[in-house]
């Protein structure tokens, strides 16, 4: 019987997991500003997911507000995309 990672066999084990980290999760647009990014820093997230129209396109102020997040020690940064019929 073939299992998928998703399910209860997965390899990742929470059990020895107390509490999960901040994420914030922001959906980009045309003429995204770095407001958001800064916000989710402030607010103490140690993560984000970017969730983008096509194309992992994001505006160069959003950009930059993601890459001053890694300078400033996000442990991850997700870009995810949406194609065809939603």
């Known amino acids: 019987?073939?299992?998928?990672?998703?399910?209860?066999?997965?390899?990742f084990d929470v059990r020895l997991i107390n509490e999960l980290s901040k994420v914030s999760i922001i959906y980009a647009h045309q003429g995204d500003d770095r407001y958001l990014y800064d916000a989710a820093v402030q607010a103490g997230a140690k993560g984000i997911v970017v969730a983008t129209a096509g194309g992992y396109t994001i505006s160069k102020q959003a950009e930059?507000?993601?890459?001053?997040?890694?300078?400033?020690?996000?442990r991850h940064t997700v870009i995810s995309t949406q194609y065809g019929n939603c």
């Open 1 to 11: 019987m073939q299992t998928y990672r998703h399910t209860t066999e997965t390899a």
């Open 64 to 74: 930059a507000g993601i890459h001053d997040a890694l300078k400033g020690g996000f």
